[in-house]
Nanobody, 124 residues
Framework: QVQLVESGGGLVQAGGSLRLSCAASGRTFSSYAMGWFRQAPGKEREFVAGLKWSGGSTYYADSVKGRFTISGDNAKNTVSLQMNSLKLDDTAVYYC?????????????????WGQGTQVTVSS
């Protein structure tokens, strides 16, 4: 049974930083892609960033490019999201997700496993 557990959310002022972590367990994730998504109140869930364990490729939504960095620790099965220069619009519940990384598959869809989410609130 795959489990994803997020941590690191909280309250931060605009311009500040937070680091989210996702601890993955239940299987070997070497052939998986990991994603961070977020959902703000009244809005649909949106893709934020993704990482493929095999090869280490990453991908970002335009809204966070240059401010957020996704990284993975194979030894610990942990994926992190470093968020810098946070804006009010970054306020959301952030979710970690995982799926098998099929060749040519979209970064945005097809995730089978989800964490419970962690709240990030950016204040002015």
């Amino acid at each position: 049974q795959v489990q994803l557990v997020e941590s690191g959310g909280g309250l931060v002022q605009a311009g500040g930083s937070l680091r989210l972590s996702c601890a993955a367990s239940g299987r070997t994730f070497s052939s998986y892609a990991m994603g961070w998504f977020r959902q703000a109140p009244g809005k649909e869930r949106e893709f934020v960033a993704g990482l493929k364990w095999s090869g280490g490729s990453t991908y970002y939504a335009d809204s966070v490019k240059g401010r957020f960095t996704i990284s993975g620790d194979n030894a610990k099965n942990t994926v992190s999201l470093q968020m810098n220069s946070l804006k009010l619009d970054d306020t959301a519940v952030y979710y970690c997700a995982a799926k098998r990384a099929a060749l040519g598959s979209s970064w945005y869809t097809g995730y089978n496993y989800w964490g419970q989410g962690t709240q990030v609130t950016v204040s002015s």
